[in-house]
C-alpha cells in the first residue's frame, strides 16, 4: 500500500506558522478519517489532530486553537495549518489513517521551532 508522503516542515521562529501537506495515493482516501502525529526526540508518537471522512474534526492539547486541519478529497491532501508555534511543537511530524493508524508510516516532515 501506498505511505503517506509528508511535506511542508521546517525551521521557523516561534509564534511563526507552517503548513504541512500529506499526499495519500489510495482510492479509500475520501471515505477515511485521517490525522496527524508527531514524535519529539526521546518522546513515544502522539496524536495531534484528526479528521474524519464528513469533516468532524479533534484536536489534542496545546493544538487546540492554534493548529487546523483540513483534507482536500480531490487531491488526496491532508493538511495541517499551524500557528504560534512554540518550542515545545518541535518534532518530526507523521499523517495516517485516524482514529487507528493502519497506513504504514511515511518519513515524515521534521519541523523545528526554534529563535
Known amino acids: 500500500q501506498a505511505r503517506p508522503v509528508e511535506s511542508g516542515g521546517g525551521l521557523v521562529q516561534p509564534g511563526g506558522s507552517l503548513r504541512l501537506s500529506c499526499v495519500v495515493s489510495r482510492s479509500t482516501f475520501s471515505t477515511a478519517g485521517m490525522g496527524w502525529s508527531r514524535q519529539a526526540p526521546g518522546k513515544e508518537r502522539e496524536l495531534v489532530a484528526g479528521?474524519?471522512?464528513?469533516?468532524?474534526?479533534r484536536y489534542v492539547g496545546s493544538a487546540k486553537g492554534r493548529f487546523t486541519i483540513s483534507r482536500d478529497n480531490d487531491k488526496k491532501t491532508l493538511y495541517l495549518q499551524m500557528n504560534a508555534l512554540k518550542p515545545e511543537d518541535t518534532a518530526v511530524y507523521y499523517c495516517n489513517s485516524y482514529p487507528v493508524w493502519y497506513l504504514d508510516w511515511g518519513q515524515g516532515t521534521q519541523v523545528t521551532v526554534s529563535s
Open positions: 479528521i474524519t471522512s464528513d469533516g468532524q474534526t
